[in-house]
């Protein structure tokens, strides 16, 4: 069996930078990447729908040791996908990248200090396991089944299937949801349509924000590279550190806000309430994204529409509404959101006792009580993804590098007991209904020091970069 040091699951964005900061941080280490799929780049290669983007700024969603170059902060999905095909290539990674090898299995043995992990047709041994799985399943989105699904005549697509060169020029479209995919579906698909609608049960907190950021493109204009590149994440992460905490801290101020700002860019016909004026407390969910207010330009020429009403059924035209109406429809799109799943799907033991994720507490957002040399690679739910996913990654060769220095091989994060009584609060404290349906696949947070987790990066930065690694906390062996 081929053995590695460490074994990274998953060539995402997270999977990428991971291979980055090991060959540069443990360069003795020997390791690999177990990629499931047949291409790199998870989510942005996995989404195909029309118009599908980041809603973060590429500056802090892009690597901080591989510049963002491209135009525009808010990226288009194609783009992002170049952009980890260019880092995997610039740097080495993708030789190193074992695509076809969706892990099942890791066993880990406390005698041999071991993980075996087991994909459909290899083995492989490894000390470390760096799980860089994403956080939902790769293999089918959120489906609801709605009654009289059978009975439409026209064609239902979910966002994470998008069948090539589907042709919807001309078609009632209805796109079922008020996340981030709705809103971006809406606009993008609703030049080409006949008419879009967004059919939405209950709102979500829009901002629009431009898709070019006009400081930061004064900055690259005329600073170095790799000088703009550090400001400009400096200068988001602040502002979007900023903004997070005060909408957290004044709730009914931040709703005022963003109602207002809302209210100002609708055409008359749509009121803010009840479309746009969700029931829930901004931040409670991720707060959802207009680059250049795209989907308010679409509402005032007419080309989309809003509807808050709760689908009663399917028809064989379209759908009925629990207020009676009905809406004709040729395509639509349930944007019902994903199926998180935890660390991959894969089935974990430690010396052949079955590890059930939502049993463990998260030691420092990526480790698990009870489990030894293994970590899962999440990144921010308030904030770029790859602020958190890039600490993490540093903070492991922090550890890979302590088990070297002290000569030791394991290292085992053991929960105080009394955690357990707190009642149980997922990793992900969102109360988006994809969250709340995993709330027990997940595994736990706890109430205090490492078993706390804080979505906040200024905090995380100090705390996983400089504090120590030998906490009390985390045994070696
Ligand atoms: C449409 C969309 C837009 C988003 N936009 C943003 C944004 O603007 N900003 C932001 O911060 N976040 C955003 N996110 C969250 C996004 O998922 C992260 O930003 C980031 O791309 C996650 O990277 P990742 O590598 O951790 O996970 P993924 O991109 O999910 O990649 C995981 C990889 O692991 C592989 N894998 C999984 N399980 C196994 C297994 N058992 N064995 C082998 N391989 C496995 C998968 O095939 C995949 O290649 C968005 C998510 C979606 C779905």
């Known amino acids: 069996m081929e053995h590695l040091d460490v074994l990274i699951v998953g060539a995402g964005l997270s999977g990428i930078g991971a291979a980055y900061r090991i060959q540069t941080r443990c360069p003795d280490r020997t390791y690999a990447v177990l990629e499931g799929r047949e291409a790199l780049g998870g989510t942005w290669d996995l989404f195909r729908y029309p118009g599908v983007r980041s809603d973060s700024d590429m500056f802090t969603l892009g690597f901080p040791f591989h510049p963002w ?48 992990v087991e994909t459909a047709d290899a083995a492989y041994t490894c000390s470390f396991l760096y799980v860089c799985s994403g956080y939902y399943d790769y293999d089918s989105g959120y489906v609801v089944d709605f ?67 006009a400081l930061s493109d004064r900055m690259r204009a005329v600073l170095p590279e790799n000088l703009a590149h550090r400001l400009i994440r400096g200068k988001n992460v602040v502002a979007s550190t900023a903004i ?133 690679c999440i990144g921010y739910t308030n904030n770029s993804w790859t602020l958190r996913s890039d600490l993490t990654s540093q903070y492991v060769c922090r550890l890979l590098n ?26 992900v404290d969102l109360s988006s209904g994809y969250i709340r349906r995993a709330a027990q696949i997940l595994p736990r947070q706890g109430t205090q020091g490492p078993w706390r987790l804080r979505q906040n990066y200024p905090r995380d930065l100090i705390t996983l970069r400089y504090n120590r690694v030998d906490d009390g906390v985390m045994q070696f062996s």
């Open 69 to 116: 170059k491209a135009a525009k902060a808010i990226a288009d999905g194609p783009s992002i996908l170049d952009y980890l095909h260019e880092t995997a290539s610039t740097y080495g990674i993708d030789k190193h990248i074992r695509f076809g090898q969706r892990v099942v299995r890791a066993s880990w043995s406390s005698a041999d200090a071991l993980w075996t």
């Open 147 to 213: 009654d009289g699904k059978n009975d439409f005549q026209g064609r239902i697509v979910h966002p994470q299937h998008w069948p090539d060169q589907l042709d919807y020029a001309g078609q009632r479209v209805v796109v079922i949801g008020s996340g981030a995919t709705a809103v971006t579906l809406v606009p993008a698909m609703a030049g080409t349509a006949e008419h879009v609608t967004m059919l939405q049960r209950s709102p979500s907190y829009v901002a629009s924000r431009p898709a070019h950021d």
């Open 244 to 376: 997070y905490n005060a909408f957290r801290k004044w709730p009914a101020h931040a709703a005022w806000l963003l109602n207002s700002a809302v209210a100002k860019q609708l055409p008359e016909s749509i009121p803010v309430d009840p479309h746009f004026t969700p029931r829930y407390k901004p931040w409670d969910q991720r707060l959802c994204l207009v680059p250049d207010a795209d989907l308010f330009k679409a509402l005032h020429n007419g080309s989309a529409s809003v509807v808050t009403d709760e689908i009663d059924r399917f028809t064989p035209t379209g759908l009925r509404l629990r207020s009676g109406r009905e809406l004709e429809a040729d395509l639509v799109v349930t944007a019902t959101g994903l199926r998180m799943v935890a660390l991959g799907n894969i089935q974990v033991t430690v010396d052949e006792r079955p590890v059930a994720p939502h049993d463990t507490f998260v030691y420092k957002g990526m480790m698990l009580s009870g489990v030894p040399n293994l970590a899962w």
């Open 402 to 427: 302590h088990l070297t220095a002290t000569g030791t091989r394991v290292c085992l994060p053991e929960v105080d007991p009394s955690e357990y009584d707190a009642p149980p609060r997922p990793v």
